[in-house]
Nanobody, 125 residues
Framework: QVKLVESGGGMVQPGGSLRLSCAASGCSFNDNPMAWHRQAPGHQREWVASITIRGAPDYADSVKGRFTISRDNAKNTVSLQMNSLKPEDTAVYYC???????????????????WGQGTQVTVSS
């Protein structure tokens, strides 16, 4: 029913930028918060950023000042602009939504119940 599809991943040099996009379908997009998470090899899945239905963002300390989350309700999409990328940002990035519409949006991945398939981001020289 609910489908989330990420795109925009790839390989960039340290200090470079990427913009990820997540397209949502099968849900009332305007009624749900959205979030981005990531998982690197050997690490637990990590919450990265979230955005409320009104567009208010929240960020993990590790990406604050470098990443920007936004949503376009007319297009049913949520984006993650990633600047000043570091090798430690290398991970599979996932889009997710909380059907319970908790406020503020949870900062832990286990609180989200719908997930995309993920898109690989590699930061390397």
């Amino acid at each position: 029913q609910v489908k989330l599809v990420e795109s925009g991943g790839g390989m960039v040099q340290p200090g470079g930028s990427l913009r990820l996009s997540c397209a949502a379908s099968g849900c009332s997009f305007n009624d749900n918060p959205m979030a981005w998470h990531r998982q690197a090899p050997g690490h637990q899945r990590e919450w990265v950023a979230s955005i409320t239905i009104r567009g208010a963002p929240d960020y993990a300390d590790s990406v604050k000042g470098r990443f920007t989350i936004s949503r376009d309700n007319a297009k049913n999409t949520v984006s993650l602009q990633m600047n000043s990328l570091k090798p430690e940002d290398t991970a599979v990035y996932y889009c997710a939504t909380d059907s319970g519409s908790a406020y503020p949006p949870p900062r832990r991945p286990n609180s989200y119940d719908y997930w995309g398939q993920g898109t690989q981001v590699t930061v390397s020289s």
